[in-house]
């Protein structure tokens, strides 16, 4: 089955760390710039942080500036969210899929330029 796998959600204290893992499955991420979004408790889904798979450039959403790195392990198939300073917003369901990273995506993003959406991972903040 072709898709990516979201891992590494969990319950966390404010000022906590989680790291996400995005790992494809049925396919290689190589050559796929990549998305992480978020769907916060009544509210839409939006762009967090994309890499783009040929020029490696990184766009943040600018809450999450300098507190969340995104980056990409080829070999392990995988792409990670490494999340810190956890603040209570910060809570939602987060997903990746593959699609267009470009300055504008945590702006707005058209969903169906992304496919391999998976399940997501909640994200919990306590305050």
């Given at each position: 089955?072709?898709?990516?796998?979201?891992?590494?959600?969990?319950?966390?204290?404010?000022?906590?760390?989680?790291?996400?893992?995005?790992t494809a499955s049925g396919f290689t991420l190589d050559n796929y710039d990549i998305g992480w979004f978020?769907?916060?408790?009544?509210?839409?889904?939006?762009?967090?942080?994309?890499?783009?798979?040929?020029?490696?450039?990184?766009?943040?959403?600018?809450?999450?500036?300098?507190?969340?790195?995104?980056?990409?392990?080829?070999?392990?198939?995988?792409?990670?969210?490494?999340?810190?300073?956890?603040?209570?917003?910060?809570?939602?369901?987060?997903?990746?899929?593959?699609?267009?990273?470009?300055?504008?995506?945590?702006?707005?993003?058209?969903?169906?330029?992304?496919?391999f959406w998976g399940h997501g991972t909640q994200v919990t903040v306590s305050s």
């Open positions: 089955q072709v898709q990516l796998v979201e891992s590494g959600g969990g319950l966390v204290e404010f000022g906590g760390s989680l790291r996400l893992s995005c978020r769907r916060a408790p009544g509210r839409e889904r939006g762009g967090v942080s994309c890499i783009n798979s040929v020029d490696g450039n990184t766009y943040y959403l600018d809450p999450v500036k300098g507190r969340f790195t995104i980056s990409r392990d080829n070999a392990k198939n995988t792409v990670y969210l490494q999340m810190n300073s956890l603040k209570p917003e910060d809570t939602a369901v987060y997903y990746c899929a593959a699609g267009p990273c470009r300055p504008t995506f945590v702006d707005y993003y058209v969903p169906h330029e992304y496919d």
